[in-house]
Each structure stands twice: as C-alpha cells, then as structure tokens.
C-alpha cells in the first residue's frame, strides 16, 4: 500500500469513530453521528478539521486497545453562509462521546483559536460526560474547557446544541454560552441522573421530566431554543448567526431586508384596548413594527410574560425587549427579570442596539416571589440596562408603573430616546392603587352605595392628571408623544441617528461593578 492510499484509508477510519456498529446504533436513537452534523452545518466543502489523528494516552483498564483517532470529537474551522466558525462535535460512537484528556484538550485548543481568530464557537454536544477511565486527568480537561468558556464569554458568540446526554458538571460548558439548543426526546441535561435523585431525596423521575428539552425550554430556562430534530437544531445555529457579530469589536451583519422603513401602519393605532385592563399581543406589535418575518424570538417557552428576541429595523440588527400582556399581564417576576437582564448584557457586549416595548404593571406581588429572591433578580434588569452602552431606544405603549417602569429602558438609566404611545400611562402605581391611597379617608366617610362612583372618578381624574404621558413628557423623560402608526418610521430615524453612538463606562474605572445574581 502507497503512502498516499495509507492516508486515504486512514481518513477514512477517523470518520467512522467508533465503528459501524454504534453509528447504526446512533441512527436508531433518531441521531446524527458527529460529522453528519458537521456537515449540515458548513457551507459544502468548507470544514477543516484540527487534530484529526490525536488519541488519548491511557494504557489502563483495557484502554491501550482502544482508540478513536480524534478521541471522540470532530474539531476545526468552517464557514456557515459565508461566516467563519470554529465548530466542535461530540462523537457518541465513540466511547459515548466521553470527555478525557486529549478530547477536551482539542475543544479548548479550539475556543483558543476561536477568541484569537475573533470568530464564534459552535459546540455540538452528545456526550456521556467525564471520560470516567481517565479520572481527575479528565476533569482537568473540563476545567480547561471551562476557564476558556468564561475568558471567550462577550468576545467572541458561543453556541451550543446539545443533541444526547450532558450530565453532571459537562453542563457547566454550555451553562456559560451564550445560548443552549435542546433537541426533543433525544437530549437531556442535569447535574445529577434519575438514580442519584431517587437515592439522594426519594424521588422517582423519569430523564425527560428532571432533564428533558422541555423542562429546560420552559421550566427551568436552561435551554433558550427546543428543536425536534438535529437537523433542524443546525437550522436555529444558522438563522442564530444571521442576527450576530462574529466577535465582540464588529457589527451585527446588516441585511438588505427591502421592508419599506418608513411603512405606517394604521392597524397599530387599533391594538391597545380602550380598557387598560384588557390584554393584547405584544407580538402583533412586533411583527408590524420590524422588517417583515425578521422577528426572531429567545426563549420563546420561558417566562413568557416577557418576550425577547432578535429583528431586524430597516436591514439593522435589533434586540427586542417587550412585555406581554397577554400572559399575567405582562409583569415582571423572577423568571423574566432573569430572562430579560441576560439577554440585555448579551445585545450590549455583541453591539446589538436594543429596543424596548413597555406596557408592565409592575413587579409580582406575593411570598413566592419575595421568598425567591426578586428583589436580587429583579435588581439585575437595572445592572443590564444602566451599565449597557449601545443605543437604546424605548416606547412605552402602555403601563410603565413604578419600578417596572425605571427598570425598563427608561431614561433614566441610560436610554437614549424614549417614546410614548397616547395609550401610556406612567406612575407609580397603577390609579387604583393610587387612589386608594391618597383618597383613604374620603372614601371610608362616604356611604357604601356612593364609593364605587366617587372611585371611578377618582381614578378618571388621575389618569388624566397623574398618568398621562404629557406629564412625563414636560420634564423632558420622553421625548415625544407619538402616534402608534408611525411608529416604525420614528424608530428607524432614532436608530439610524444613534448607530454612530460611542460611550465609554465605566466611569470612573473599575476592575467591574458586583452585579447582582
Ligand atoms: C466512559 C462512557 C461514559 C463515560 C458512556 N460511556 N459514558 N465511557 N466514560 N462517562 C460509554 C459506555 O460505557 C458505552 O461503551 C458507550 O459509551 C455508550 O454508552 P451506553 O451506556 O451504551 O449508551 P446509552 O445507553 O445511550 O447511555 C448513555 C449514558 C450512559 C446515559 C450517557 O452511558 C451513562 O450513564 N454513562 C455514564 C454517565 C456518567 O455518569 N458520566 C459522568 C457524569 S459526571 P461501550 O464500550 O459499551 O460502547 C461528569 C463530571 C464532569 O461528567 C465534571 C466536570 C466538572
């Protein structure tokens, strides 16, 4: 055999990981194998794979005998629509895809390269955790991974597909990307399996129910997308990387979108209720105000009292903030303060402007919330938003009540411009908690059949005197009143003004603030 066909043939072994056998065995768990994935994710031709041939250097427990070259994982650099990516894939063929030394050695080596090339990291996930043969050698090896994930963490994008297990502390690496896939029924991640649990406190579940797609999209809010399928986990990585820059000192890549930007559109003005109670979607909003089908929504299944995602404004990547009154009224609590904040510190380090859409009544009253902690949670959407630089641009649409209201774009920590609709209403608190308050002892000395008209008049006259955004407006905390309908072409204008913003914080310097956790 030449050497030439020596090569060939061992290309041709290093693609089959751990062999026939567990590649048809990961096709009837409904899976990809590692390079499978690879190449539904590059642009065709364009991987370059890095340490094809390194295998581990155990000799213990039968492992001198056994070996993948690339020791279970698939390393190396590509183009995803003409962007360039540094792509890591887990073999599960392989030993389940299991972390040792060299493995995780090849993935930091990786995200090394990564930061220095100023380019984003797609990790595609499918292992048994640490490589359990290769001990503390294996944990060092996380810890790498680890120490690079936090260094890479608002340099360069990191995202993460999990596409099989990711247990114990493995999901510690994606817990510190910047967004985590979860492929349904196939993919689960916890710190501790079923077993431990029911040893541990009793407790009998299942993977799915501690661990599964579904918990982490909507539960526990681990898992920013949930997908049906590895294929369609590669989809949400592409359209992802369409709205982000590729490293921390670029633009979000601009796209010729040919939405008219100066579109009105007179169904706006008929979306807010007359009745200040009544709900309505936020997203109807949305889909109007930015570049047709560009609205890109994160985590769609958590919290969804607070929506947030990327679109686009007249070809110009956004990160879009909003309420959503039709899901508890759109309050704030803990969920969607943690929700909102992170994805505020995300749009800010990756030079995302941010566009916030109010109608909040408030924080959720109650001993859940305050025994959870949504004094500290809610205190990390101010951190976001006060320590943030980019351009940020608000409407308030409807309630901007107390806190909710200073915490949420407002002016006064930092927004650049800040609009109303005719619809807003900003206060401390909503008018009829207001007006019991102030007019306490008229009402208790007025007879019982008389109280409910003399309220209603009360709160009539606060909205009017109080809460109307005119108030707001004369000191300068919103700079116009604007009609509903030309609210696309006053927020294109806005941004296209403030795209040329340059402002340095902290000041003065610190080696970084303690935000709250
Ligand atoms: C070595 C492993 C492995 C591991 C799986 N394999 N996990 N080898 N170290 N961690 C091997 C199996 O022995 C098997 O080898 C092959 O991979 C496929 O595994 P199966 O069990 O046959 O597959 P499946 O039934 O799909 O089950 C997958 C699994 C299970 C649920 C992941 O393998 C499992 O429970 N593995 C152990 C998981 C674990 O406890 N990991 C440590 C977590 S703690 P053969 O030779 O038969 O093909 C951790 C700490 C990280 O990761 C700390 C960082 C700070």
Redesign the pocket.
């Known amino acids: 055999m030449s050497k030439f066909e020596a090569l060939r043939l061992l290309r041709e072994q290093a693609k089959l990981g751990?062999g026939i056998e567990?590649i048809e065995?990961q096709h009837k768990?409904g899976k990809l194998t590692a390079w499978e994935r690879i190449e539904l994710l590059v642009d065709k031709g364009t991987f370059l794979e890095l340490g094809r041939y390194v295998r581990h250097r155990v000799t213990e427990f039968g492992m001198g005998e056994?070996f993948a070259y690339g020791d279970g994982v698939a390393t190396g650099l590509g183009e995803v629509n003409g962007r360039r990516v540094a792509i890591y894939s887990q073999d599960?063929t392989?030993?389940?895809?299991?972390?040792?030394e060299m493995h995780a050695q090849k993935i930091a080596d990786l995200i090394d390269m990564a930061v220095k090339l100023g380019i984003p990291i797609i990790g595609l996930n499918d292992?048994?955790?640490?490589?359990?043969?290769?001990g503390v050698d294996?944990?060092k090896g996380?810890?790498e991974i680890?120490y690079r994930n936090v260094m890479a963490s608002g340099v360069v994008p990191q995202i993460v597909a999990i596409m099989?297990?990711c247990?114990?502390?493995?999901v510690?690496s994606p817990a510190l990307a910047d967004f985590i896939i979860m492929v349904r029924k196939t993919s689960y991640m916890f710190i501790t399996?079923p077993k431990v649990v029911k040893a541990a406190t009793g407790e009998d579940v299942t993977?799915e129910e501690l661990g599964g797609a579904e918990i982490h999209a909507s539960k526990s809010g681990v898992a920013h997308f949930i997908v049906k399928d590895d294929k369609e986990a590669i989809e949400v990585i592409k359209r992802l990387l369409s709205y982000l820059p590729s490293n921390n000192v670029e633009d979000p890549p601009y796209l010729d979108t040919s939405d008219d930007p100066f579109r009105e559109d007179e169904a706006l003005n008929n979306i807010v209720p007359e009745d200040p109670e009544e709900p309505f979607e936020m997203k109807e909003i949305i889909g109007i105000l930015f570049d047709k089908g560009s609205f890109f929504e994160v985590q769609e299944h958590f919290a969804p009292n607070a929506i947030i995602g990327f679109a686009r404004l007249a070809g110009h990547v956004v990160g879009v903030v909003a309420n959503q009154p039709a899901y508890m009224a759109g309050v704030l609590d803990i969920n969607s303060s943690d929700k909102i904040s992170r994805f505020v510190s995300f749009c800010d380090s990756f030079n995302i402007p941010i566009i916030t859409l109010v109608d909040v009544p408030g924080f959720l009253p109650g001993t859940v919330q305050e025994h959870g902690g949504v004094i500290r949670h809610g205190a990390k959407i101010i951190y976001a938003y006060a320590s943030s630089t980019v351009p940020k641009i608000t409407v308030i649409v409807r309630k901007a009540y107390g806190g909710a209201y200073i915490s949420l774009g407002s002016k006064h920590l930092g927004a650049d411009i800040v609009f109303a609709w005719p619809s807003a209403e900003i206060a401390v608190m909503g008018p009829e908690g207001a007006v019991e308050i102030i007019y306490r002892d008229e009402i208790a000395s007025t007879p019982p059949m008389e109280r409910e008209k003399m309220i209603r008049k009360f709160v009539d006259d606060y909205r009017k005197k109080v809460t109307t955004p005119y108030l707001a407006a004369s000191r300068g905390y919103i700079d116009d009143v604007i009609m509903p309908s030309e609210t696309r072409k006053i927020l294109v204008q806005s941004l296209l003004h403030l795209l040329s913003k340059r402002e340095r914080k902290p000041y003065p310097p610190k080696k970084h603030g303690v935000p709250p956790v």
């Not at 392989?94 to 040792?100: A, L, N, R, T």
């Not at 292992?127 to 290769?134: H, V, Y």
Request: a positive charge.
């Open positions: 751990g567990k065995l768990a056994k599960f392989f030993m389940g895809g299991s972390v040792g292992s048994g955790g640490a490589r359990i043969q290769e294996s944990l996380y810890g680890f099989g297990p247990a114990g502390g493995a510690y399996g993977f």
